[in-house]
């Protein structure tokens, strides 16, 4: 058993409690959360850090299988040259993905990521992701205009559903984005839809989706009523009438990934506006095709730095409990309450006095 204490403690599950203590036990599950008011009692053995402690991380999306293009595309191409330089750089030898692949999940892990929602194009990452102290859910992406290749595309997204159960790890058909699929292929997508399971969208990422989608709103808000919940990832150019409709389904959640943002448009999402219509906001690194750390910590303090007038607890919560939600994790993740695993990250480099996450802000897994 361990009893835990920080300047602050953000448990997610509530207000930050100043000096509070977590107990954990011997598995890491929390014991209890002590509110002290400030006053920390001189309990024997109480390990106390100077900054603020908070649940492990959860990235609500990521590229694995696409680690092996860390630094190949040069930031500030916009949109649709990002998307030509990984169709045109993404092939690669099973080894060199493999390889580039489990050094990014160690990345995450000491970044402090409990859990991950990863697209998957292919099988190579399934041992990975099977062997990882990561909890993944696999989105098993599907795309392509051609009407002609929609059911070997299906073919192949199946076979990648087959091998991540294989590897006891859950797994849903998804579409790459609204824009992105043949209506052969949309049909196919909606055969294979399980009512219970979450997807993920690439949404609203550049103006140029709203020429290519035949009323893209209506098109999510469909897909949204066909599953238990649906990740809007993105939405770097999603105006505020288009964010209230879509919130409106009540099971959308919109996944924010700045660091790569800025890398590929040098745009960021609106944040506060987002934060206003509502509350489902969650974060994800994206991959090192399109950011040079898988840092969820350096995006949440960018998130914060876009509306440094939200508070920061309320950030904290879209990068653990709000993410733990969205992933379907919440029983035992995302947030510091009894009976829960869901680690404890120390975050060193805080700004104490304004409570802002810094640029030199960086995690350490104590649990």
């Given at each position: 058993m361990r009893r835990i204490s920080a300047q602050y403690i953000f448990t997610s599950a509530g207000k930050p409690l100043k000096r509070g203590i977590v107990?954990?036990?011997?598995?890491?599950?929390?014991?209890?959360?002590?509110?002290?008011?400030?006053?920390?009692?001189e309990y024997g053995g109480t390990e106390f850090y100077n900054g603020i402690i908070i649940p492990g991380l959860v990235n609500c999306h990521a590229h694995l299988e696409l680690s092996h293009m860390r630094g190949e595309i040069p930031p500030g191409g916009g949109l649709g040259s990002f998307i030509t330089s990984v169709r045109d750089r993404r092939e690669a030898s099973p080894a060199t993905v493999i390889a580039a692949a489990a050094g990014a999940d160690r990345e995450?892990?000491?970044?402090?990521?409990?859990?991950?929602?990863?697209?998957?194009?292919?099988?190579?990452?399934?041992?990975?992701?099977?062997?990882?102290?990561?909890?993944?859910?696999?989105?098993?992406?599907?795309?392509?205009?051609?009407?002609?290749?929609?059911?070997?595309?299906?073919?192949?997204?199946?076979?990648?559903?087959?091998?991540?159960?294989?590897?006891?790890?859950?797994?849903?058909?998804?579409?790459?984005?609204?824009?992105?699929?043949?209506?052969?292929?949309?049909?196919?997508?909606?055969?294979?839809?399980?009512?219970?399971?979450?997807?993920?969208?690439?949404?609203?990422?550049s103006?140029?989706?709203?020429?290519?989608?035949?009323?893209?709103?209506?098109?999510?808000?469909?897909?949204?009523?066909?599953?238990?919940?649906?990740?809007?990832?993105?939405?770097?150019?999603?105006?505020?009438?288009?964010?209230?409709?879509?919130?409106?389904?009540?099971?959308?959640?919109?996944?924010?990934?700045p660091s790569s943002n800025l890398h590929i448009s040098g745009l960021m999402p609106p944040v506060a506006m987002l934060n206003e219509v509502t509350g489902r906001i969650v974060a994800g690194t994206d991959s090192l095709a399109s950011s040079d750390r898988l840092s969820m910590i350096t995006g949440l303090?960018?998130?914060?730095?876009?509306?440094?007038?939200?508070?920061?607890?309320?950030?904290?919560?879209?990068?653990?409990?709000?993410?733990?939600?969205?992933?379907?994790?919440?029983?035992?993740?995302?947030?510091?309450?009894?009976?829960?695993?869901?680690?404890?990250?120390l975050v060193e480099q805080f700004d104490l006095l304004n409570m802002r996450l810094i640029p030199e802000s960086r995690v350490r897994r104590l649990i």
């Open positions: 107990t954990v036990d011997g598995d890491g599950t929390v014991i209890s959360v002590e509110d002290t008011g400030g006053n920390l009692p995450m892990l000491e970044e402090g990521i409990v859990a991950c929602g990863d697209i998957s194009n292919n099988t190579l990452t399934a041992r990975i992701k099977s062997e990882s102290e990561i909890k993944y859910i696999t989105f098993a992406e599907v795309f392509g205009l051609d009407p002609a290749v929609a059911e070997s595309r299906m073919r192949v997204a199946l076979e990648v559903i087959e091998e991540m159960h294989a590897a006891r790890l859950p797994a849903q058909i998804t579409p790459h984005s609204l824009y992105s699929v043949s209506e052969p292929l949309s049909g196919l997508i909606r055969e294979h839809l399980n009512p219970g399971a979450v997807i993920s969208v690439h949404f609203l990422e103006d140029d989706e709203r020429k290519m989608t035949h009323n893209h709103v209506e098109a999510a808000l469909e897909l949204a009523g066909m599953v238990s919940g649906l990740l809007l990832v993105h939405n770097t150019v999603i105006t505020r009438e288009e964010a209230e409709r879509v919130a409106m389904a009540g099971n959308t959640w919109f996944c924010l990934c303090r960018l998130l914060h730095d876009a509306a440094p007038r939200i508070p920061v607890d309320e950030i904290i919560r879209w990068g653990t409990i709000n993410g733990a939600r969205a992933l379907g994790t919440d029983a035992t993740l995302g947030s510091l309450e009894p009976g829960k695993r869901p680690g404890l990250l």
